[in-house]
C-alpha cells in the first residue's frame, strides 16, 4: 500500500480470511463433503501464501509453490494429487482468483492450457517419456509454459492459422508468429499450433511442444491490466521441432484444439467467479462498516440493492458453473462411455457461461468500486486490481461475440427439433 487513507478498523477486516467466511457461507450449501474438505484445504493454502506474496514480483516465483499441492491443475490426476476432475478445477480457480487473480491467469495458462495437451497426448495413444518430462515439470510448478493459437491477423478466426510447420523427415519445422502469448516471455514450453497447409488448416493441423531452446524468440507485450503477468509476441523462425515433441499431427492437431476449448472455457469460468466473489466481497465489507451521515452507506439503497443485485448474479455464476462441471466430471470425464449428449450440451454450456461469468466480473469490479466510492479506486482495497484482471477477462478464451455467434449456431440448429 502506497498510502493509507482506509480507517484501521475496516481494514482490519478486509481479509481474505474474512472473504472466505463469507465466500463459504455463499457457496458451500452447494458442495458435497468432499468438495468442501478439498475448498478448506485450499483456504489453508491460501491463507498461508497469502502474507508471502510480494506484488511487485512477477506471478511466476509462486508456481513452484502451487506445484507442491498440485494446485497447478486439478482436472486431471497427476502424482496421486486427489480430488481432482473439472469440479475440483473451478473451485481451485475460484480460490486461487480470490488470493491472486493475476497468479490465477499466469496458472490457468501454464498449467491448464500448455499442460492439458500432456494429458490429452497420453490418452490418445501417445508414447514415450518425453512429453511425461514436460507433464512433469509444468505440474510441479518448476518450469513455465504457455499457448500459442491467436496470431497477428487470425484472432477469432484461429482455426484459419498461418503458421506453417513443415515436414523435415520425422521431425517439423515452424515458422511463423502468435500474439498474445501469456506467460510467453517467461515460458519454457510453448505448446503450439500450426498447419502444413494455410490451405487446409483442419486437414493438416498440427500441436507440438516447443522447447524455448528449439530456438523461439519472444517480445514482451505492454498490458496495463495485468503487470505480473508477461504477455508475449512470439516468433517462429525455422524453429526445429523433433518428432518426440510432437503432440498431434496430420489434421489431428484440429481435433485436439477443439477438445482444448472446452476444459479452458470451463476454467476460465473458474477463475471468473473468484474474481466476482473477491471484488463482491470486499465491497460488502467495507459499505457495511463505512459510515456516512450517521449510518453504514449498505443501508443506503443505492448502495445496498446494487450489491444486491451482484450477489444474485454472483450466485447464479457460480451453480452454473458448478452444475457444467458436474455433469462434465459425471457424463464425460469419469463416465466408462462419455454421453454424446452431455458432450454437446457442456460445449455449448462452456460458451454461455465463459460469456455471462467473464462480462460479469467486469460489471461486479466496476459496480463494487462505485458502491465503495473513493476507496475502491485505490490500492487500499483489492479490488480495483481486481477490475484490472476483469478488463482481459472477455478477450481471452474467445472474445464475447464468439461466444454468441457460438450460442446462436446452437439456437438456429433448434429447427432441425421441431
Ligand atoms: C490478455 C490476453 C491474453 C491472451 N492469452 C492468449 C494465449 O495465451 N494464447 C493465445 O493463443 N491467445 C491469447 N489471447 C488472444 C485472445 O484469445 C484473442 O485476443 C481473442 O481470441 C480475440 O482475437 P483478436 O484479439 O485478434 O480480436 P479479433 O478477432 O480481431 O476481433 C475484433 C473484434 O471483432 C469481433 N469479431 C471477430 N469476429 C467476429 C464474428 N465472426 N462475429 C462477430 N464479431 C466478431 C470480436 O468479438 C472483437 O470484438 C489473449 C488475449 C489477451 C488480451
Redesign the pocket.
Given at each position: 500500500m502506497q498510502e493509507k487513507i482506509i480507517d484501521d478498523q475496516i481494514l482490519e477486516k478486509m481479509t481474505l480470511e474474512n472473504v472466505f467466511k463469507i465466500f463459504n457461507d455463499n457457496v458451500f450449501p452447494m458442495l458435497n463433503e468432499e468438495e468442501k474438505d478439498y475448498c478448506n484445504q485450499l483456504q489453508e493454502f491460501c491463507l498461508e501464501l497469502n502474507p508471502k506474496i510480494d506484488k511487485s514480483k512477477d506471478v511466476y516465483v509462486l508456481f513452484p509453490e502451487l506445484g507442491k499441492h498440485g494446485y497447478m491443475q486439478r482436472i486431471n490426476l497427476w502424482n496421486d494429487f486427489k480430488p481432482y476432475g473439472m469440479k475440483k478445477e473451478i473451485l481451485l480457480g475460484t480460490h486461487l482468483s480470490m488470493l491472486d487473480s493475476q497468479l490465477e491467469?499466469g496458472r490457468l495458462?501454464s498449467g491448464i492450457?500448455c499442460g492439458n495437451p500432456t494429458f490429452h497426448y497420453y490418452s490418445h495413444g501417445g508414447t514415450g517419456d518425453t512429453i511425461q518430462k514436460v507433464q512433469d515439470e509444468l505440474m510441479s510448478g518448476q518450469k513455465i509454459g504457455?499457448?500459442?493459437?491467436?496470431e497477428p491477423n487470425?484472432?477469432?478466426?484461429?482455426v484459419n492459422m498461418t503458421t506453417i510447420a513443415s515436414k523435415d523427415g520425422d521431425a517439423l519445422i515452424y515458422n511463423g508468429e502468435?500474439?498474445?502469448?501469456?506467460?510467453?516471455p517467461k515460458a519454457d514450453y510453448f505448446c503450439t499450433y500450426g498447419v502444413h497447409s494455410a490451405e487446409d488448416p483442419r486437414g493438416t493441423m498440427v500441436q507440438a511442444m516447443i522447447k524455448k531452446e528449439f530456438g523461439v524468440r519472444t517480445e514482451r507485450l505492454k498490458?496495463n491490466?495485468?503487470p505480473r503477468v508477461h504477455?508475449a509476441h512470439t516468433f517462429f523462425n525455422d524453429v526445429k521441432i523433433p518428432r518426440e515433441y510432437i503432440l498431434a499431427d496430420n489434421g489431428q492437431g484440429y481435433v485436439r484444439l477443439f477438445e482444448g476449448l472446452v476444459p479452458e472455457r470451463l476454467g476460465i469460468m473458474g477463475s471468473g467467479i473468484g474474481i466476482c466473489w473477491a471484488g463482491l466481497i470486499y465491497g460488502i465489507i467495507y459499505t457495511n462498516l463505512r459510515k456516512q451521515f450517521g449510518k453504514p452507506v449498505v443501508r443506503y439503497q443505492g448502495v445496498g440493492y446494487g450489491l444486491a443485485d451482484l450477489l444474485t448474479k454472483s450466485t447464479a455464476a457460480t451453480s452454473l458453473a458448478l452444475q457444467a462441471a458436474t455433469i462434465y466430471d459425471d457424463k464425460i470425464l469419469f463416465a466408462d462411455k462419455p454421453s454424446k449428449e452431455a458432450e454437446k450440451w457442456v460445449a455449448g454450456i462452456s460458451s454461455q457461461g465463459k460469456y455471462y461469468t467473464a462480462k460479469l466480473t467486469h460489471e461486479i469490479c466496476y459496480e463494487v468500486q462505485q458502491h465503495m466510492g473513493g476507496i475502491g479506486v485505490t490500492d487500499n482495497s483489492p479490488v480495483d486490481e481486481l477490475t484490472d484482471v476483469s478488463k482481459?477477462e472477455e478477450?481471452?478464451?474467445?472474445?464475447?461475440?464468439?461466444q454468441?455467434?457460438l450460442i446462436q449456431n446452437q439456437i438456429q440448429r433448434y429447427l432441425r427439433l421441431i
Open positions: 491467469l495458462a492450457l504457455c499457448i500459442g493459437i491467436t487470425r484472432g477469432s478466426d484461429a502468435k500474439v498474445y502469448t501469456t506467460n510467453g498490458i491490466s495485468v504477455i482481459i478477450v481471452i478464451g474467445g472474445s464475447r461475440n464468439i454468441l455467434l
